[in-house]
Structures are given as C-alpha cells and as structure tokens.
C-alpha cells in the first residue's frame, strides 16, 4: 500500500510511525514533513499542507490507497471533500463536520441544541456588545474564544475585567487572529480536572482511545505562556471508568448522532477536550483530528491496528473493528526551542540523535526540525517529543527524561513536572 500523510509536525510522524507496523504498507509520503519524519516517510517539502490541488493531485499521479489529512486548516478547507472527488480514499472529516472545530459558535450551538453538557456562553459579532456583557456578568476568570482556527492560540482567559475589555479588542478590533476573530464566543469559566480523549467515529459508532493528559504552560507549575502543548501523560488518572461511562452516554455519543442529525455526519478522530467539573463532565471543545501532543502518547499505547482503525471509519464498519489499548503508561516530554512560545532562534545543530531518528530507551517524535547540509537543526519552537512507555506512569515519566538527557541543542528547553500532577493524582 502507498500512504501519503499531510502536515508535517510530531502528530503526523507518530502517526506515520504506528502505520508503518502494519506489513501491507510500504511507502509513506508526507506532504510537507520535515528532517526528522525523513528518517520514516519521504518527505515532500515544496507542497504544503494546505495547498488542496497539489496534495490531490500528488496522491493521484502516485496513486495513494489512503491519504490521512492530520491538520485542522486543510480538514477545514476541505481537503477531504476534493481528495474523494478524485476517487481517492482520505482519513478525516469533510468540510462540513470539520465545523465543529472550525467555528466555535457552530460547535457551542450545536451542544445547547442537543443537550450535551458544556459551559454557558455567548456569542458576539460586535465588540461593544460583547464588552457590555462581560460588564454585566461580572464573573472572572471568564473564558473569550475567537470563532475560528487560530493554530491552537484563539482562547484567551482573562483575570480582571480591565483584562476582558482588552482581550475583545485585541481579538476583534485589533484582528490577532485575523478573520478567526470576527465573532467571539464568551464563555463561562469552568474548573476541574481536563482530559483529553481521541475518538474513532465512522458516524455511527464511537470508540475512544486511552485518555490523556496535556501540559499548555511553558513553564513548570502551569506558569508562563500558553503553548501548543509542553509534554502529555497517557492515561489521564482522573478519568475513571465510571467517568468514561458518563461520556460515553452524555457527550460521545450524543455529538456524533447530532452530527448525523444536522446532515453533516462525522468521520475520523474526534477529539474531546472535557473539564470533569464538580457537577460532571462538560465539553471545553473538540477537535476535527488528532490532538498534538496527545497522538504521541496515545498510539504507542494502540495495540491493535491503526490502519484498520482507519479504513473502518471510512467505510462504516467500526463497530467490527477491533481498537484495543495496553494497560500500560506513556510519557511524552516536549524540546523546545528557547524562547518558545515567542521568539526563538532557529537552525541550531541538534546532537544526540540516533542513526534511525530516536535515542535509547524512547521513540523521538521529530515536530519541528530541519536537515541543513547533512545535519539535523532546530526549524520550529516545538522541536522534539521524547516518549517512553512504562507498565506504570512513574515507570514511563522516569524513562522519558532519562531519554531527554541523550538529546542536546543550544537553547533547549522543557518543562521538568510533566507527569507530576498526574503522578499526585494516583497518590
């Protein structure tokens, strides 16, 4: 089989790393990847991965058996939609379902209409009026969303309502996330632990995989700035068995039929971001495809068949398919470039990488980096995920920055709790 993979971060080579254990697959593009998904796929760094014509038709002059788009911007754009015009089988959700992480507000109104438990909100097309309300509610923390895709960065938490005011400016007068920021959501602030769950959904038919846990801070102790993600442990402790009963019943499957219901039926990787708050499960938002990092820590624990898993959600018949886990731990532990997640030098030699792209002891996820005249060099502000597996957490946090020590680049830095909060959880 031929399989071409779009995106080019950690997410996309742990997924390209779990496809290739399946032995009908035999060459892997990735569409644009980068120097270290290169010791794994080939890499095709002149197409990106939002340029929708030159993917398709990449996959159709190589005649692809499957393409997995793993990013949110092409999903939105529908690059699904194009790729099955071509006759081309694709992993991932159409332009229509990926709404449901494209617009907040199409989200947040798809949960009010259907009963699925999440905070209160409302939704704003002009900064007066939003202003006014946050004026009016009163309440801080308050939660402020811009509408659409901001790469991971279009929530903003104010403390203060001096804080609030800005952050409406700052997202609709001053456009940071450009037209993402057109209409805001403002949402109530919810408190309890998160969990993060990918789902396998062939529209029908729901499977999760194992929980996870996400780090957002840059610095130990969640201080500092928001970041795309400092490291993740897998499984989350909080999310208990009953729990996940709960979410069944109450959010996964309830979202996948109102899906069904609008018209716009779900296929691929849903992802369930949750607050377990004092009085249940709420939804904090979802994603249209694979977490990043939570993909790395969550299939190195997959025991069955990612491929397979894959196909099914295509075709309609996950509720055949087999999606098991290990009762095993991951830790996935995240190399960042100095000054990440503002500004950071790039092109700085990395040593300590293995011939085959890992180091002893942990499979390296390569997210952002590059080959500059026969050397491996940092090219992004996520440079590295570090992942050990463990029969326990502590067993799998200890391995993974045991691992971290064998790597080294000028500026390199990492938050050294991760796991930590979890580790306290199990007692």
């Not at 991965?49 to 005649?63: C, G, L, M, P």
């Not at 109104?109 to 009163?138: C, S």
């Not at 923390?141 to 400016?169: F, M, N, Q, S, W």
């Not at 491929?307 to 095993?328: K, P, Q, R, Y």
């Amino acid at each position: 089989m031929t399989i071409v993979v779009v995106g080019g971060g950690g997410r996309e080579h742990a997924i390209i790393k779990k496809l290739k254990q399946n032995p009908t697959v035999e060459a892997v593009y990735c569409l644009p990847g980068n120097g270290g998904i290169a010791f794994d796929a080939v890499c095709v760094p002149e197409i990106k991965a939002t340029d929708i014509d030159a993917v398709t038709a990449f996959a159709v002059e190589h005649r692809a058996d499957l393409v997995v788009v793993a990013p949110d911007d092409p999903l939105a754009a529908g690059m699904v939609d194009a790729l099955e015009a071509a006759g081309i089988r694709a992993f991932g959700p159409n332009a229509a379902a990926a709404r449901i992480e494209a617009s907040k507000v199409f989200s947040k109104n798809l949960m009010k209409k259907y009963g699925i438990p999440t905070a209160r909100y409302e939704v704003f097309d002009d900064a007066a009026a939003a202003i006014a309300y946050v004026e009016e509610i009163g309440e801080f923390p308050t939660v402020i969303k811009a509408d659409g895709l901001a790469l991971g960065k279009g929530v903003l938490i104010p403390e203060t309502l001096e804080e609030a005011k800005a952050a409406v400016r700052e997202i609709m007068e001053d456009k940071k996330f450009g037209a993402s920021g057109n209409r805001v959501v403002v949402e109530q602030f919810l408190r309890g632990p998160e969990v993060s769950v990918l789902a396998f959904t062939d529209g029908k038919t729901v499977k999760p995989m194992v929980s996870s846990m996400d780090h957002k801070r840059a610095l130990d102790g969640d201080r500092g700035l928001n970041t795309g993600g400092m490291g993740t442990i897998a499984p989350n402790p909080y999310y208990t068995p009953e729990i996940a009963a709960r979410c069944m019943e109450e959010i996964f499957l309830p979202t996948v039929a109102a899906m069904a219901a609008e018209g716009c039926p779900f296929k691929g990787c849903l992802y369930f971001g949750l607050m377990l708050t004092a009085t249940g499960p709420m939804v904090i938002e979802y994603n249209c495809r694979f977490g990043d990092p939570e993909t790395q820590v969550v299939l190195p624990l997959m025991q069955s068949d990612l491929l397979a898993a894959m196909n099914a959600t295509i075709d309609g018949t996950l509720a055949e398919t087999e999606v098991v886990f290990s009762d095993g731990a991951a830790a996935c532990v995240v190399l960042a470039s100095g000054g990440y997640p503002e500004n950071y030098r790039k092109l700085i030699p990395i040593s300590g990488i293995g011939a085959d792209g890992n180091v002893e002891g942990a499979c390296v996820y390569h997210a952002g980096d590059a080959i500059k005249d026969g050397q491996l060099v940092t090219a992004g502000g996520r440079v590295l995920g570090v992942t050990a597996s463990g029969e326990t957490l502590a067993e799998a946090v200890t391995a993974a920055y045991a691992a971290t020590e064998q790597i080294h680049f000028e500026g390199m830095h990492k938050r050294t709790d991760i796991g930590a909060r979890a580790l306290a959880a199990l007692g």
